[in-house]
């Protein structure tokens, strides 16, 4: 078989999410201003330094590993068995609405045999594997054209090895997270702005936006409110698109809608879970800030949340939706949708006809 696809998914994924799996829930804070833009001079250069093209984020599917969104396809690689190391890239075709094994990858077994703290580059077309550490506590979030958007802790003071609850606490109080563009062509980073480590959550990267919740009020109360602020990279300035979240009832998660590679249409969503309506799953524009339920589906008797997977060069949507066990991707139903029909809580255009294993 063509195994071109799959060294592609493979090499994107050590690539970006070796560094990158716990960023998303790294708290990366708020309340008062972000600094300025200012160049970063005492992080070393990285050694050896490789160019790099244009980067794309390569997107985890809720109930399994790295896809890839052609425009006509969607490919996802999954394990094949807990028993033996081989992985699956399944193909879900929207033209034809079927989902098939497009190849599998013997002796492959998923995020493995990596060390913390290190980027991993892979030729896939020499089989050789270039590594350049990363500072302490960083971690890769995003990317934009040829640059790596980082994340990382700087405190006043190191932390003990061994040190106490209280002793973290206390520097960590004075403590900001550092975002900076890596560029690893050169080694180069830049900052953009830091955030007090206290105060908020990293959500994700929109068209030039850093998307995090700040200012809290009434904190650790059930009526805890927070706001959600982007700091814009055009201009160097925080803004607010949602002064008040209830973090009571609202969770704010990134969303895993993307895009077909290379269309150069940014992913506009966050997923947004209502623990206050049963659950219910909304999607938050980062343009406009307006929150919009997702539709239910019914599915082999039994009503769940169409989850968006991504966007088909035609502009239709895939979702997902599991009406046996949402943690097991095997019994995973996707269907295509008119974008209109998805936002007024009607019903897909069509489903896929799923690969069953046996």
Same mark, same amino acid.
């Not at 590993?65 to 094949?80: F, H, K, M, Q, S």
């Not at 700087?154 to 997270?177: D, M, R």
């Not at 066990?325 to 019903?347: C, E, N």
């Given at each position: 078989?063509?195994?071109?696809?799959?060294?592609?998914?493979?090499?994107?994924?050590?690539?970006?999410? %070796?560094?990158?799996? #716990?960023?998303?829930?790294?708290?990366?804070?708020?309340?008062?201003?972000?600094?300025? $833009?200012?160049?970063?001079?005492?992080?070393?250069?990285?050694?050896?330094?490789? /160019?790099?093209?244009?980067?794309? @984020?390569?997107?985890?599917?809720?109930?399994?590993? $790295?896809? +890839?969104?052609?425009?006509?396809?969607?490919?996802?690689?999954?394990?094949?068995?807990?028993?033996?190391?081989?992985?699956?890239?399944?193909?879900?075709?929207?033209?034809?609405?079927?989902?098939?094994?497009?190849?599998?990858?013997?002796?492959?077994?998923?995020?493995?045999?990596?060390?913390?703290?290190?980027?991993?580059? +892979?030729?896939?077309?020499?089989?050789?594997?270039?590594?350049?550490?990363?500072?302490? !506590?960083?971690?890769?979030?995003? %990317?934009?054209?040829?640059?790596?958007?980082?994340?990382?802790?700087?405190?006043?003071? /190191?932390?003990?090895?061994?040190?106490?609850?209280?002793?973290?606490?206390?520097?960590?109080?004075?403590?900001?997270?550092?975002?900076?563009? *890596? =560029?690893?062509?050169?080694?180069?980073?830049?900052?953009?702005?830091?955030? /007090?480590?206290? !105060?908020?959550?990293?959500?994700?990267?929109? !068209?030039?936006?850093?998307?995090?919740?700040?200012?809290?009020?009434?904190? =650790?109360?059930?009526?805890?409110?927070?706001?959600?602020?982007?700091?814009?990279?055009?201009?160097?300035?925080?803004?607010?698109?949602?002064? @008040?979240?209830?973090?009571?009832?609202?969770?704010?998660?990134?969303?895993?809608?993307?895009?077909?590679?290379?269309?150069?249409?940014?992913?506009?969503?966050?997923?947004?879970?209502?623990?206050?309506?049963?659950?219910?799953?909304?999607?938050? !524009?980062?343009?406009?800030?307006?929150? *919009?339920?997702?539709?239910?589906?019914?599915?082999?008797?039994?009503?769940?949340?169409?989850?968006?997977?991504?966007?088909?060069?035609?502009?239709? +949507?895939?979702?997902?939706?599991?009406?046996? #066990?949402?943690?097991? $991707?095997?019994?995973?139903?996707?269907?295509?949708?008119?974008?209109?029909?998805?936002?007024?809580?009607?019903? /897909?255009?069509? +489903?896929?006809?799923?690969?069953?294993?046996?």
């Amino acid at each position: 078989m063509n195994r071109t696809l799959p060294l592609i998914l493979t090499a994107a994924l050590l690539l970006t999410a %070796c560094a990158s799996a #716990d960023a998303t829930t790294s708290p990366s804070a708020a309340a008062s201003s972000p600094s300025q $833009p200012a160049a970063e001079t005492s992080a070393p250069p990285l050694t050896p330094k490789f /160019p790099v093209g244009h980067l794309l @984020t390569l997107p985890q599917n809720q109930n399994s590993g $790295p896809v +890839w969104n052609t425009g006509d396809a969607l490919y996802e690689l999954r394990d094949a068995s807990n028993m033996t190391p081989e992985a699956l890239v399944l193909k879900t075709e929207y033209a034809a609405l079927t989902q098939s094994v497009y190849c599998d990858i013997p002796g492959c077994p998923l995020a493995a045999s990596h060390q913390p703290g290190t980027l991993y580059r +892979w030729d896939w077309q020499n089989d050789t594997v270039q590594t350049i550490p990363m500072l302490a !506590d960083e971690k890769i979030i995003a %990317c934009e054209g040829s640059r790596f958007l980082t994340i990382r802790i700087e405190a006043n003071e /190191p932390f003990p090895n061994f040190g106490s609850t209280e002793q973290e606490k206390a520097i960590l109080a004075h403590a900001v997270y550092v975002y900076a563009w *890596l =560029d690893p062509a050169t080694g180069a980073r830049e900052k953009i702005c830091t955030r /007090p480590y206290a !105060d908020g959550y990293f959500h994700n990267y929109y !068209d030039g936006r850093i998307y995090y919740t700040g200012n809290f009020r009434n904190a =650790d109360t059930p009526g805890q409110q927070a706001a959600l602020l982007y700091f814009d990279t055009a201009d160097g300035t925080e803004k607010t698109l949602l002064e @008040t979240i209830p973090l009571d009832t609202y969770v704010i998660d990134v969303c895993v809608p993307f895009s077909p590679a290379f269309a150069g249409v940014p992913q506009r969503y966050l997923r947004v879970l209502n623990a206050g309506d049963a659950y219910a799953d909304c999607l938050l !524009d980062m343009e406009t800030g307006d929150v *919009l339920p997702a539709p239910t589906v019914t599915a082999e008797g039994v009503r769940r949340p169409a989850l968006l997977l991504a966007c088909t060069a035609s502009g239709q +949507w895939l979702t997902t939706a599991n009406p046996r #066990d949402s943690y097991d $991707p095997q019994y995973s139903l996707y269907a295509l949708w008119d974008p209109a029909d998805f936002l007024a809580d009607g019903q /897909p255009a069509a +489903w896929v006809t799923m690969y069953a294993t046996e």
